[in-house]
């Protein structure tokens, strides 16, 4: 300390750090050494290779750090740190370069998946025969499928559920903008119509080769212009498909949640227009509900079979107990199968509900929680099972013969 001490320079830096001003009394020998001593034991610590110790609430991120990070070459002293050198550019990867082609890739695929063209159909009711004429006029820039910058566009016609009723539209060779003025004739019931779906798939005729998907049209709401007693016309955009969307029936439940009892009751009502999945053109269906936190599955429970049906009807309730501070942290997935003797039960499509889920699943939970005590019911329409949930799928065949509570087995005995 005494050689440190005696250190010209060490000596000018002591000095001017403590500054003492010209009104105040000389201050003892004593605390100048203790203040000398402290501003050494300051210098040395803060030169030292050590990482610095962070906060408590911080410990919790590090932890997320990659343990390579040191901080031995970081300099805390009052010089500056020297400029670091230019690396050079040759055998270095710029990403810059690559950046520009996926992002011009992925902004031709949004371009394509925006730029489907319009169609342009007209609905009128026949009273007297009973019968839904579906007007095919026109479609309208269209995207090109073939090499020379042009399409053979045609549109086939189902109305749902009933996909054996199939009509189609001729092939126009050569065209983006096709002038079809086409019509088709369905024979329905009116008091039907309000079930039923009108679902428009563009295809691009190939002679030597699979015929390509442009597009499709679905119009949940046949009276969604008019009330059908004269011709209507309507332009919808064309949504951008590679395969036929399949319709998969729909599941209609209710949702009631009591906060002082933290009670989620979810009543399975019935389902309508089921896919069938025997080759009696039938189902087994029930309908399973699982109960889902940060994606893991933390129970699970069943309904009822219903034997050779499209359209059962359940009216059975699922009870979970969920605490109020865990509502926005669970979902429910609602999963519709179909019983097999033998084999793997199949699955036919699911839904999802939860304040994470998506349109009307978000939708109808958020009305839950606005209306504590009360039943909200709605009908849902089922989608395939996405990628998201395969490893859900895995497990889903085995539960048949599981409890509605997961649970470990009991060893066998001997």
């Known amino acids: 300390m005494a050689d440190k001490l005696k250190d010209p320079s060490t000596l000018g830096f002591l000095e001017a750090a403590v500054k003492i001003s010209h009104t105040s009394p000389d201050i003892p020998a004593e605390v100048q050494m203790s203040v000398k001593e402290h501003i050494m034991r300051h210098t040395r610590l803060q030169r030292q290779t050590t990482e610095p110790a962070s906060s408590t609430r911080h410990t919790s991120f590090k932890r997320h750090l990659p343990r390579q990070m040191h901080v031995s070459s970081v300099d805390y002293g009052n010089e500056l740190p020297p400029a670091a050198e230019q690396p050079t550019s040759i055998g270095r990867i710029k990403p810059e370069l690559y950046k520009q082609k996926s992002v011009d ?11 489907c063209g319009k169609i342009n159909f007209s609905l009128r009711y026949d009273y007297e025969s009973e019968t839904l004429i579906v007007r095919i006029l026109k479609a309208f820039d269209l995207p090109a499928k073939d090499f020379c910058g042009s399409s053979d566009p045609y549109v086939k016609i189902y ?7 199939k009509l189609q539209t001729r092939v126009h060779r050569k065209t983006l903008n096709p002038t079809f003025d086409e019509n088709f004739h369905f024979p329905v019931p009116y008091e039907e119509l309000a079930d039923r779906k009108l679902h428009l798939s563009v295809f691009d005729f190939d002679r030597f080769s699979r015929h390509d998907m442009i597009g499709e049209v679905i119009l949940d709401n046949l009276f969604e212009a008019s009330d059908l007693s004269r011709e209507t016309s309507i332009w919808k955009d064309i949504q951008y498909a590679t395969s036929e969307s399949v319709d998969l029936g729909e599941i209609m439940f209710s949702l009631c949640y009591l906060p002082t009892a933290g009670r989620l009751t979810l009543t399975v009502i019935k389902c309508r227009n089921l896919k069938a999945m025997d080759i009696t053109g039938y189902s087994d269906p029930y309908v399973k509900v699982s109960l889902l936190c940060d994606g893991r599955r933390l129970k699970k429970k069943k309904t009822t079979i219903k ?4 359209n059962p009807i359940y009216n059975e309730a699922i ?3 969920i605490p109020p501070e865990n509502m926005d942290q669970v979902s429910l ?9 033998v084999g793997h039960n199949e699955i036919i499509g699911v839904c999802r509900v939860g304040i994470h889920a998506e349109g009307l699943g978000r939708d109808h939970w958020n009305e839950m929680l606005a209306y504590p005590r009360k039943p909200i019911a709605h009908w849902h329409s089922l989608v395939e099972v996405k990628k998201s949930f395969k490893e859900w799928q895995g497990r889903a ?3 048949d013969s599981e409890s509605s509570c997961p649970s470990p087995k009991p060893p066998p005995t001997p």
């Open 397 to 399: 065949a085995s539960f």
């Open 333 to 341: 997935l609602i999963s519709v199968m179909d019983y097999d003797r």
């Open 319 to 321: 009870i979970f107990d």
């Open 105 to 115: 890739g992925d902004d031709a695929k949004s371009e394509g998946a925006k730029s």
């Open 307 to 310: 034997k050779n049906t499209l």
């Open 159 to 165: 109305l749902l559920p009933d996909r054996k009723c």
